[in-house]
């Protein structure tokens, strides 16, 4: 069974930096993609940055310049280091890693930007 825990959310205030973690465990393969989505409140869930096994990224414009995703592959770890951050990034942020043909979540982490 392959579980994806996340950490390193929290509440900042404008300009503010965060940096969330995701640590995939069990029976692990290539895991060719993970990426970081976001819900707020009463809005669809959306991808903001990926990576794939081979260190490619790709980031929604809405965070380009600000939010960085990284993976240590030997760990089996992502992170999003993410600076400037702003009220509108507001939102509970998933860790979904892609395994072959599955694909699994994280339980979610609470990010919060306010004055």
């Known amino acids: 069974q392959v579980r994806l825990v996340e950490s390193g959310g929290g509440s900042v205030q404008p300009g503010g930096s965060l940096r969330l973690s995701c640590a995939v465990s069990g029976r692990i393969g290539n895991i060719w993609f993970m990426g970081w989505y976001r819900q707020a409140p009463e809005k669809q869930r959306e991808l903001v940055a990926h990576?794939?096994?081979?260190?490619?990224?790709d980031y929604r414009d809405s965070v380009k310049g600000r939010f960085t995703i990284s993976r240590d592959n030997a760990k089996n770890t992502a992170y999003l280091q993410m600076n400037s951050l702003k009220p509108e990034d507001t939102a509970v942020y998933y860790c979904?890693?892609?395994?072959?043909?599955?694909?699994?979540w994280g339980q979610g982490t609470q990010v919060t930007v306010s004055s």
């Open positions: 990576i794939t096994s081979t260190g490619s990224t």
């Open positions: 979904n890693a892609r395994i072959g043909a599955e694909e699994y």
